[in-house]
């Protein structure tokens, strides 16, 4: 196999360094709003659902935007910028709202970013290496996430549980990130379209031109987001079975060690395989992982859920970020992963949302039971509609 462009390097980095910022942070965050801030679980679901969902839509505009002007990094730039500078509102935090607003603008900086990025990957990387170059990317940003929390266990215990000097030391690998990716990453010269209108800002009728297999992928991955819910109820999970509140970002370091370990090599097979058998494996490990994390009574079983989660990541993000770049005209390549974040966020709010009631109304129990209810649904789906990437590109995409 060719080597990977560099750039798809640089993008992994910058991935990596502003992933150890936000999950070193999010790590300990659902714990700092219930025990410092006094905020209750049906709150922390709904900050959580909101500044996800807010972040998808940011990606559907900056996608749109991307594909209008024809230039995808300097709204990287733009969001990778605007979260790192909102990295010190955290540490700053006196009140529920203060972290609600600071993580509202942070997951904004987030969606500008997302679909112009995802759009950049696919421009940059030849067709036939578009599995392992989402899924390198997504292997760094997952070592990033595994590095996050370590880095948080050392440095509570170093700071003796003191939750905002921690989240001070955020600050500096995500001003790096955005360093790497202003040096590191260039971007292709796009030839003049011949075509005027393939140059107008967004219309339904451009949404309308792409395929009907995207809008597939697209209903799937929406039924699929609503068993994957936010990780702080990982988190959650581990501190209700009795684990000690500054080793609680261990769970986070095995999910992303694992999710990282699995993402590239992942990458490569849906290059060579048929994607519906990897992602059926990805959801028949989730429906594993919440029943694990349903049961669970002692620390021990709460971290092998942990575990099959970041596994399940490693084999379906990647290979989604793969199906859509392989059935979106390139001329729409931008708008197409904007929408399919736009829903993938509604859905996580949804099921954040869902989670936080569960869990208050009825326990724990509940909320990973009807995740693997949703992931059963999910996988028939799979089961029932068939789909394959074709072995050529999809009409009007960059051989």
């Known amino acids: 196999m060719r080597k990977l462009p560099a750039g798809i390097w640089a993008l992994g980095f910058v991935s990596f360094f502003m992933d150890i910022s936000s999950e070193l942070i999010h790590s300990l965050l659902p714990i700092f709003m219930l025990t410092t801030l006094g905020a209750s679980m049906i709150a922390i679901g709904i900050i959580e659902g909101i500044a996800e969902a807010a972040a998808s839509i940011a990606k559907v505009f900056s996608g749109i935007i991307s594909d209008y002007i024809r230039k995808r990094k300097i709204l990287a730039v733009l969001g990778y910028g605007l979260a790192a500078i909102t990295k010190p509102l955290f540490p700053l935090a006196t009140t529920i709202g203060w972290v609600f607003s600071a993580r509202f603008i942070d997951r904004i900086g987030k969606g500008i970013r997302g679909a112009p990025r995802d759009a950049l990957v ?3 990387t030849p067709s036939h290496q578009r599995g392992a170059a989402y899924g390198l ?7 990033g996430a595994f590095m996050g929390p370590l880095a948080a266990v050392v440095l509570m215990i170093f700071f003796v549980n003191d939750i905002r000097k921690v989240l001070w030391i955020a600050v500096i690998p995500a001003f790096i990130a955005l360093g790497v990716l202003i040096l590191g990453v260039h971007e292709p010269e796009r030839q003049k379209t011949p075509n005027p209108t393939e140059n107008r ?4 009728h451009g949404a309308r031109r792409l395929p009907s297999r995207y809008w597939l992928i697209l209903g799937l991955n929406a039924i699929f987001t609503l068993a994957r819910f936010s990780e702080a109820f990982l988190i959650l999970r581990a501190q209700s079975v009795g684990l000690a509140v500054g080793f609680v970002p261990a769970i986070m370091i095995v999910m992303n060690a694992v999710y990282a370990l699995t993402a590239y090599p992942a990458g490569i097979l849906t290059d060579r395989m048929r994607p519906r058998i990897i ?3 990805g959801l028949a490990v989730l429906i594993a992982a ?4 349903a049961f669970a009574e002692t620390p021990f079983p709460v971290f092998i859920g942990a575990a099959l989660w970041g596994l399940h990541m490693g084999l379906t993000q990647g290979l989604f970020a793969k199906l859509v770049a392989d059935h979106a005209p390139v001329r729409l390549r931008g708008t197409a992963f904007g929408i399919f974040n736009l829903v993938t966020g509604g859905a996580l709010l949804t099921a954040s949302v869902v989670a936080g009631l569960l ?17 059963a649904l999910a996988l028939l789906g799979v089961i029932v509609f ?3 990437t074709p072995s050529t590109p999809h009409p009007g995409q960059a051989p």
Request: proline content about 0%.
């Open 290 to 293: 919440d029943t694990l994390l």
């Open 201 to 204: 800002f967004f219309s339904f």
């Open 137 to 143: 990317r997504q292997a760094l940003d997952s070592a």
């Open 122 to 124: 696919a421009d940059i």
């Open 359 to 375: 869990w208050s109304a009825v326990g724990a129990q509940a909320t990973f039971m009807a995740g693997a209810a949703f992931t």
């Open 279 to 281: 992602l059926a494996a």
């Open 386 to 388: 068939k789909s394959r």
